[in-house]
Nanobody, 118 residues
Framework: QVQLVESGGGLVQPGGSLRLSCAYS????????LGWYRQAAGKQRESVAV??????NCADSVKGRFTISRDNAKNTVYLQMNSLKPEDTAVYYC?????????????WGRGTQVTVSS
């Protein structure tokens, strides 16, 4: 089984920074992509940033502020968040996509709360 554990969330002031980490483990022979999603209260889950084939892509709402990266040796994917805004407040989830035969499976962490408030 694949397990993902997020960490690094917390309470920060507007304009502040946070670095989220996601450590993944389990039976993983290959990875299609790693990504971060978030879900704010009363809203649908949305994609924040995805890295695949070494190429990162971020949602328009966070471009220029967030950076996704990974460390293969540590089995960890990061989300560096700068210039945080109150609207960034949400539960952030780590996602891993793994090829499985003719399908691609999704695995999710439990999430970590990020609150941006003064």
């Amino acid at each position: 089984q694949v397990q993902l554990v997020e960490s690094g969330g917390g309470l920060v002031q507007p304009g502040g920074s946070l670095r989220l980490s996601c450590a993944y483990s389990g039976s993983i022979s290959s990875i299609s992509s790693l990504g971060w999603y978030r879900q704010a209260a009363g809203k649908q889950r949305e994609s924040v940033a995805v890295i695949s084939g070494g190429i990162p892509n971020c949602a328009d709402s966070v471009k220029g502020r967030f950076t996704i990266s990974r460390d293969n040796a540590k089995n960890t994917v990061y989300l560096q968040m700068n210039s945080l805004k109150p609207e960034d407040t949400a539960v952030y989830y780590c996602n891993l996509k793994r090829p499985a035969y003719f399908l691609t499976r999704d695995f999710w962490g439990r999430g970590t709360q990020v609150t941006v408030s003064s």
